[in-house]
């Protein structure tokens, strides 16, 4: 007997994590089990199975050492998906629900990385538009440069607010 299977596409970000682990958490608990994940992260292959708790999470290491992921797995920590410094963690529990980001510094740098990239890409794409705006061929482009630098800015507004909420919870603390 075939096992039941879905495949889903889900467009998200790097400012957008948190919202992607608990849809994948809910999946877990709804009987459907991450198998893999493709497509540069976008698409999620599930089977049906029993519910189950499951903890998700997405870090940023775009320069992870040798030592990265052992110290993950040693504590527990199943890798799930790995592809150009993204990793998608997975580790099932009963009562207490495991995380890897266990303090406010923590969850601040992994967005301090993400803002690097995202400022770095936004900051490159001006360039590449602004040094062909006087050409006729770039004015098609404009379809692509336009929604992908909307994207940028939001992740980046998105990420900047969170580590001021983060940073503010943590001054109060």
Sequence with gaps: MMKETKKVFKWWDGSQSEVITAWLEKMEADGWHLVRVSWNGLRFHFEKGSSRKMSYCIDYQPKADRNYSGIFEDTG????????GWYIWRQSYQDTK?????????????????????TTLFCALIVILLSNI?????????????PVLSLLGISLYRLTGENKRLQAKKDIF
Excluded: A, C, G, H
């Excluded at 006087?134 to 336009?146: A, M, Q, T």
């Design 134 to 146: 006087v050409n006729d061929f770039i004015f098609p482009l404009l379809f692509l440069y336009i």
């Design 77 to 84: 920590w199943e890798p799930i998906y790995n592809n150009t």
């Design 98 to 118: 495991p995380e890897i980001f266990t303090d406010i510094d923590s969850i601040i740098d992994r967005n301090k990385r993400l803002i690097t990239v995202f």
